[in-house]
């Protein structure tokens, strides 16, 4: 975000705008909020937001209990989606041994 607010503030202001109609219309708890939050977080892979959310849900309330609940559903929610998108790429791997399946890619 930091190269976007020097070169495109435009993007970030509208970004800012986004979150503040987001807040302003949301349906749900803090707690609810942050608890989505964190999963999400975690599924991206972003640690400032991880951090952000863990800290942000501690302070609505939430325990480390229940946190780590989150995280575990997480972990197996992608690995079973994990296994299921690579069984449908791979499914056909004697085709693809055999070469009746080609890449496209540039290796």
């Not at 499914?91 to 540039?106: A, L, T, Y």
């Amino acid at each position: 975000m930091r190269m976007l607010r020097e070169f495109f503030p435009e993007f970030t202001e509208l970004l800012e705008s986004m979150d503040d109609l987001y807040m302003e219309k949301r349906s749900i708890d803090e707690k609810t909020y942050q608890f989505i939050c964190f999963a999400l977080s975690i599924r991206a892979r972003s640690k400032p937001c991880v951090l952000k959310h863990f800290k942000g849900a501690l302070e609505t309330g939430a325990t480390v209990k229940e946190l780590s609940y989150i995280l575990a559903l997480v972990m197996r929610e992608a690995a079973g989606a994990d296994d299921c998108w690579t069984h449908d790429v791979i499914g056909d791997w004697k085709k693809i041994i055999s070469g009746e399946i080609k890449c496209d890619c540039q290796v």
